[in-house]
């Protein structure tokens, strides 16, 4: 492996992402694919690039992800927030605008578990009095 490249480890809901930043033109390949070709959606696309975008360095680094478990949506957030924290252990200076953006912060939201006796986490059969 290179000397030059720096790793982040995002997560968001059952997701997980691990990112390298390698010094480049802006390539951006997710799992061997395009952003758009993997997440199928341009507003996911352009929510993994926004740690690039809010830190001037979309043409900079050549961005290689890989990502397992959760959906598209839990697996766009987990890539931003590896490439922000990658970002971040490249650049110390560009932690002040990545943490104001919210991209540094895990969201801890998970599933919540079923329980017995109800439907689903929290929905309770119909009452009924007799």
């Known amino acids: 492996m290179a000397d030059n490249t720096t790793r982040g480890t995002g997560r968001r809901k059952t997701a997980i992402a691990r990112v390298r930043l390698t010094p480049g033109e802006g390539r951006v390949m997710i799992n061997e694919k395009t952003p758009l070709a993997y997440l199928g ?10 740690p690039l975008k809010l830190t001037d360095s979309l043409r900079r680094f050549d961005v290689s992800v890989k990502v397992e478990g959760g959906g598209v949506s839990g697996q766009a957030g987990a890539i931003a927030h590896g490439i922000a924290r ?8 560009s932690r002040p605008a990545l943490k104001k953006a919210g991209l540094l912060t895990r969201d801890a939201r998970e599933k919540e578990r079923k329980k017995y006796g109800l439907k689903r986490a929290r929905k309770a059969p119909q009452y009924t009095k007799r």
């Open 86 to 93: 990658a970002l971040v252990e490249y650049d110390a200076d």
């Open 41 to 50: 959606r341009r507003i996911l696309e352009m929510e993994v690039l926004e």
